[in-house]
């Protein structure tokens, strides 16, 4: 049974950091690719990030500011999230599709992963930026 579950959220200040990790079973990770969502009250969820082989996709919004990275003799994915915004604050979901290549096609704003398309999620992790 293919199985998410994320850790590392919290309650951070503007400007600081936190690192997220999902850990993954059920699966060989190194067949899936793997993203970050994130969906605020009110709002629609969004792809942040997305990592499968050597390729990588990150939102314009967190360009610079976020990484995405994968153990997978560990089965692990993270995100390094530095220089936090107030904007950041979400529900950060980990989700995962059999493939090589991330689900992405147009969306508003530029191009954008297809939640759709991912096949496991996680339950989510609250990432609360506020002074």
């Known amino acids: 049974q293919v199985q998410l579950v994320e850790s590392g959220g919290g309650l951070v200040q503007p400007g600081g950091s936190l690192r997220l990790s999902c850990a993954a079973s059920?699966?060989?990770?190194?067949?899936?690719?793997i993203a970050w969502f994130r969906q605020a009250p009110g709002k629609e969820r969004e792809g942040v990030s997305c990592a499968v082989g050597g390729g990588v996709y990150y939102l314009d919004d967190v360009k610079g500011r976020f990484t995405i990275s994968r153990d997978n003799t560990k089965s692990m994915v993270y995100l390094q999230m530095n220089s936090l915004k107030p904007e950041d604050t979400a529900v950060y979901y980990c989700?995962?599709?059999?493939?090589?290549?991330?689900?992405?096609?147009?969306?508003?704003?530029?191009?954008?992963?297809?939640?759709?398309?991912?096949?496991?999620w996680g339950q989510g992790t609250q990432v609360t930026v506020s002074s």
């Open positions: 989700a995962a599709v059999a493939g090589a290549f991330c689900p992405a096609g147009p969306g508003r704003g530029g191009v954008r992963l297809r939640a759709g398309e991912f096949t496991a």
């Open positions: 059920g699966f060989t990770l190194s067949d899936y690719a």
